[in-house]
Every structure is written in structure tokens, then in C-alpha cells.
């Protein structure tokens, strides 16, 4: 049945282990093997072709030819599927003989050539994985978390075919990747004190980190200190209650919001890139379930920040009566809960992990706080701190004051080590102070009542918001601390009076007849 001889596939040594030892031990007649080797599939295949005509056992070997860095979008199936790894075929031969073939996972089985005799079946939890701009299956026997890996296992390229239109379809190759290992983002700094020892070599400073966040081709586009701040802040704060600090900048054409995003993009080295709301659909955001393969969405793309540029004109495409049943399962997403979505054609199980970056000018009657709430869901409103750009920011990115020449940067995969390392504990502070903060906010919206005309705004403040600022108060304070080498990450009175100033700009750019709370 098979002329080749073993020789020709592995080197002699490792021959002798994986058929003189794993195959003695082990008397099953199929079996699932991993082997820590990397070798090309058509090699586990010849051997899996050998061992079947040596031994009469059907093996499926599993090593690490691949190794993928990516994130895990969304689980296929709510349960294990069956997946038939191997096909025993045979048929008569021109001599008369019999033949017998293995068709693996990959291969095309004709059932009017060969009569199918066993097969080799085994259930596997199945997930889409993205990595390096290219969609992976993965195949796991351990369930995985919808989460960022480095995944170590073997590929097979599988013919397909994807819908173009109403109608048409053209030929595809899936890539299935059977698992034998997987890691989790490794988080590069045990404890504080490591963090601070691999950052002192930067002799980093307030002025430092924001050249380097807001830079591209040499310049650093530079904003107010309390938009920096609140940037600062949104990037290092830690998920509170279990999801993490969302921000919707809003402001006139020219403001430099689309370079904030572009700069930040280019921070993270995110395999999704940036929405072009102006040309999107919400559908481009959301899971969506027009093909039988379920399309997750950039959200559940991004892996650790999500950038839309014009985000507005995505929601207010939507006509107002469905703008509520659309926004609705972006709720969800951005509270990262672990949720099944779907529809007739088929279901994922999905998770958001990356924290929502949009910016927008604000179109169609937007303008303001008050009028945003009334266009737009509240109920989405207030998942996502608004931050209304004021005039004497736009005054400052205008006359191009901002722009400064800079050389400093800081390694990529330092940075994300240092990000990621925010993200995994909150600082120590008084939250009684900060909520003193919340509730000066609060008094200037003045009572909610129907009467008065922020009615739908101190519903939108009263529901989320308290949740944000202790994401943003942890976030000042690891940058004060970072930028100061404190290692503490406890509050100081900076961090209060830091807090203070950021949040009521935000309160002053909400356009709600309040002017002149700060002055810079």
C-alpha cells in the first residue's frame, strides 16, 4: 500500500521515538498524538500512512509546525463538534487488487471512487483566530478562553469557498489549526518593582510619553495637559466592575482627532485597523450572520484597543426606530461579557477585550450632551465617557502650536508590556474623593426632573459615569506614577486635583451653560 519508505520522512532518531516508543506503549487502535516536533504536516501525514499499514491503527499527529500570535474572536459552537480526521477508503484496483487509502481532514473523499470502510472521529471545540490580518480555525481538545494566545500546533490548508454578492461563490482555502499548546499573554513584569526597573532606562516624564503616544514621522502632535491627562488616563485604567473605561471624543472637523487615532493605532500593533465610520455600517462593528460562517466584527477583532474615525455617522445611518434594536448589541460587547449571538443561519460565542477608541464630528444634531442623548440610545450613551472638545483646544490644535519635533520613542514591545501590565490591578485612592468629584458634576445638571432640559443627560451621568471616573482616577494616578518612577501607585493630592480638572472640562465641553470651571 505504501512503497515509502520511513527513512524519508524523519531522521532516524526521531523515527525510533515517535514508533519504537510512543507507538509500544500505546496498544488503542487510534489515537491522537502530540509530538514536540516541527516537521510539515505532509510528514505527519506519510507517517500517520506508514503506522496505519505497519500497525493497522489509525494516528493523527499533532506538533508544533505553527506557531500563530493572535486573538481568539469567538467560539463557533456552544458545545464540542464531531470532526472526522481521517477516512479509511478502498477500492478494486485495474489489477484487481484492493487499494487502500487515508483521506486526512484536508482531503477530498469521492464517493463514487472509494467505498468508505472506518474513520477516525473525534470531538474538538472550535474557535475563530485571528492573527497577522489572516482568520484561522482553531481546533482544541481544552476549551480556550476568547482571549489573546500564542498558539503552537498543526495546520492544514482545506478547500472552500466564500459568498461573493447574493450568489456567487469563489474558491477559498480555510487553514485549520489543531492546538498543541497555548499560552496566554504573558505578563512581562511580576510586580511593581520590575515595572519600574525596566522603565528607569527611559527616563521617562510627562513630556516624554505623550511626544511618543502622539507621534508620527518625527512630529508629536501635542493637546491641551488635561486631554493628554485624560487620554493618560484612559489607556492605563484597569476594568472596573469587570469592563473597562470606554471614550467618545467629540469635536469640530480639523481638531485633530483622526491623528490622535492614527498615532495611538500605531502604539498597538493591532491586527485590525482603524473603522472608517464615514464609509461603515454598524454591522461593520457587531457580530453579523449573513453567510452561515458568522463574520465577528471589528470589535471582536481588536485586541486590546478598537479605533472608529467618524463614529457617529455609523450610528446615525441607522434610521432612528431601529437605531435602539442595533445598539443594543453593543451593549454587551462593551461591558465585555461572554455572550452567545446569532441568527437562523448560525451562532458564535463571543467576548470584547479591547477597549472602545472613537472619535467623531458631531453630525446630524449632536452638537452637545443634551442633544446627543436625545438622538442616540442613553442606555448606550452611557457605557462610553463623551468628551466634547472646547474651543480653546481646538484654538491650540489649529494654530499647529501642538506640533513639536521629536526623536524619543519607546520600544513597541515595551510599551505593550507596560500596558498590559496596567491593565491587570487598580491603584489604591479615597473613593469617597473621587465621588466628591462625581457628585460636584452632578450638581451643576441640577435636578432630575422632567422640567429641566438635562433631563435625558443626568440619566445617561447618573447610570455609568460613576463607573468611569474610578476608571479614570486609577488611570491618572499610574500615570503621575509612571511618569514620576513612583512605584507606590497610591493617590497623592496631585491625583485628586488632576481628576477634578479633567473631569469638569468634560462637564464644561458637555455644553450645558457652564463656562470658565477651569482656566489653563
Known amino acids: 500500500m505504501f512503497n515509502e519508505p520511513l527513512s524519508t520522512i524523519f531522521d532516524e532518531s526521531l ?121 484561522y480555525t482553531l481546533l482544541s481538545k481544552e476549551e480556550l478562553l476568547l482571549q489573546e494566545y500564542t498558539i503552537y500546533g498543526t495546520a492544514f490548508e482545506k478547500e472552500d469557498s466564500k459568498l461573493i454578492g447574493q450568489s456567487s461563490r469563489i474558491p477559498t482555502k480555510t487553514t485549520l489549526v489543531f492546538v498543541h499548546s497555548a499560552y496566554e499573554r504573558i505578563i512581562k513584569y511580576k510586580d511593581h518593582f520590575e515595572l519600574m526597573d525596566a522603565v528607569k532606562p527611559l527616563i521617562l516624564d510627562r513630556n516624554k510619553l505623550f511626544n511618543f503616544l502622539f507621534s508620527a514621522k518625527g512630529y508629536s502632535y501635542r493637546h491641551p495637559p488635561y486631554f493628554e491627562s485624560l487620554i493618560g488616563g484612559f489607556l492605563f485604567a484597569a476594568p472596573v466592575d469587570g469592563y473597562p473605561l470606554h471614550l467618545l471624543i467629540n469635536g469640530k472637523p480639523g481638531a485633530g482627532k483622526t491623528t490622535v487615532s492614527e498615532t495611538l493605532h500605531t502604539k498597538f500593533l493591532e491586527d485590525q485597523g482603524i473603522v472608517e465610520g464615514s464609509g461603515s455600517t454598524i454591522k461593520s462593528l457587531i457580530p453579523s450572520f449573513k453567510n452561515t460562517t458568522a463574520e465577528p466584527g471589528s470589535l471582536l477583532k481588536s485586541n486590546r484597543i478598537g479605533i472608529v474615525d467618524e463614529f457617529l455617522r455609523i450610528l446615525m445611518r441607522v434610521a432612528k426606530e431601529d437605531r435602539e434594536s442595533q445598539l443594543s448589541m453593543l451593549n454587551p460587547l462593551m461591558e465585555h461579557k461572554e455572550r452567545e449571538f446569532g441568527s437562523g443561519n448560525c451562532r458564535i460565542k463571543a467576548k470584547m477585550t479591547a477597549k472602545l477608541f472613537a472619535v467623531t464630528n458631531p453630525v446630524w444634531g449632536t452638537k452637545t450632551m443634551p442633544s446627543l442623548c436625545e438622538q442616540i440610545d442613553k442606555s448606550f450613551v452611557s457605557r462610553q465617557l463623551v468628551f466634547y472638545q472646547t474651543e480653546d483646544h481646538v484654538n491650540l490644535v489649529q494654530s499647529r502650536e501642538g506640533k513639536e519635533k521629536t526623536q524619543f520613542t519607546i520600544d513597541l514591545q515595551t510599551w505593550l508590556s507596560i500596558y498590559d501590565y496596567m491593565q491587570i490591578f487598580c491603584c489604591t485612592f479615597d473613593e469617597e474623593r473621587v465621588l466628591e468629584v462625581y457628585k460636584t458634576a452632578l450638581a451643576l445638571l441640577g435636578e432630575d426632573t422632567k422640567e429641566n432640559p438635562l433631563q435625558a443627560v443626568i440619566e445617561v451621568y447618573a447610570a455609568r459615569y460613576q463607573h468611569h471616573i474610578f476608571c479614570l482616577m486609577d488611570g491618572l494616578v499610574k500615570l503621575r506614577c509612571l511618569c514620576n518612577s513612583d512605584g507606590t501607585f497610591t493617590a497623592t493630592e496631585e491625583d485628586y486635583q488632576e481628576l477634578r480638572r479633567v473631569w469638569l472640562k468634560m462637564i464644561e465641553g458637555w455644553d450645558i451653560g457652564v463656562k470658565g470651571l477651569l482656566k489653563y
Not at 505553527?66 to 469567538?74: E, R, V
Not at 484492493?98 to 464517493?111: A, C
Open 15 to 135: 523515527m525510533e521515538d515517535v514508533l519504537a516508543g510512543i507507538i509500544a506503549e500505546d496498544t488503542s487502535a487510534r489515537a491522537i498524538r502530540s509530538i514536540d516536533n516541527t516537521h510539515e504536516t505532509d510528514a505527519l501525514v506519510r507517517l500517520s500512512r506508514h503506522e496505519y499499514e505497519s500497525y493497522n491503527r489509525l494516528t493523527f499527529y499533532i506538533n508544533k509546525n505553527t506557531c500563530l500570535k493572535g486573538k481568539i474572536t469567538n467560539k463557533l459552537s456552544e458545545t464540542k463538534d464531531k470532526i472526522i480526521l481521517v477516512i479509511v477508503g478502498k477500492k478494486k484496483g485495474e489489477a484487481g487488487n484492493i487499494e487502500t487509502r487515508l483521506f486526512f481532514v484536508n482531503e477530498s473523499f469521492d464517493k463514487g471512487r472509494w467505498r468508505k470502510t472506518d474513520e477516525f472521529v473525534e470531538e474538538f471545540h472550535l474557535y475563530n483566530f485571528i492573527s497577522n490580518n489572516k482568520q
